[in-house]
């Protein structure tokens, strides 16, 4: 009996805690797992990366023009039944452009069909174009105004449908007074020069309300 005490008392018995292990022990335990993951997390990304989808760039988009006049029946209708529509299924395959028809003057000015009022409101959407150039944005905004057209450019007529479609009316003020006002002139002149080009092939169109062009 003392015999087997002593022999079990001189055989190694395994602990509990592990021995130490050797550096290189260590890092084919713990490190090289890590490692192995941090590659496969790497991979998936670089994968997700190459076939997320990317919006087209400008140049593969395909020209779409209306030209219009703010305080106008046939422009409110045009936007509802036509253009509003057309640009839900299509505005990411397009890039849309919006211009106004009017008159160039010898001052630099430019004249509206239904006078300083309506160049006042070209004014306000075409900043509203600059300010947001995304046409989810600022069609919204001018189908808002252009629902009660004969109201335009009638500040609180402004700030509600700024408020509606989240536009900061400030930034749009800024935009039409900026230079004393030039500013906004210059954006209405380069549109309806816009819409004089546009005439040249596509036909007389000064004195129509409102013109879509395809190109």
Excluded: W
């Excluded at 935009?175 to 004393?180: E, G, I, L, V």
Aim: charged share 25%; aromatic share 6%; proline share 7%.
């Amino acid at each position: 009996m003392d015999e087997k005490r002593s022999l079990s008392q001189a055989l190694p018995t395994k602990s509990r805690h592990p021995a130490s292990m050797s550096p290189f022990s260590l890092i084919r335990r713990y490190l090289l797992p890590l490692l192995a993951v941090f590659l496969l997390l790497h991979g998936l990304y670089s994968v997700s990366n190459r076939y997320s989808f990317v919006q087209p760039s400008a140049a593969h988009l395909v020209p779409l023009e209306a030209h219009i006049i703010s305080k106008c029946p046939d422009t409110r209708d045009a936007l509802r039944e036509l253009i509003l529509p057309v640009m839900q299924r299509v505005y990411d395959k397009v890039d849309f452009k919006l211009n106004y028809i009017g008159t160039p003057t010898a001052d630099d000015g430019v004249d509206c069909k239904h006078g300083p009022s309506e160049c006042m409101g070209n004014i306000i959407e075409l900043c509203a174009r600059e300010v947001y150039p995304d046409p989810k944005i600022n069609l919204g905004f001018i189908m808002c105004l252009t629902r009660d057209y004969s109201h335009i450019p009638n500040r609180a007529l402004v700030e509600d449908c700024a408020l509606e479609h989240a536009i900061d009316i400030k930034a749009i003020n800024e935009c039409a007074t900026k230079d004393d006002g030039a500013h906004g002139m210059d954006l209405l002149r380069a549109s309806v020069e816009r819409t004089a080009e546009a005439s040249t092939t596509c036909g007389r169109i000064s004195q129509e309300p409102c013109r879509i062009v395809l190109n």
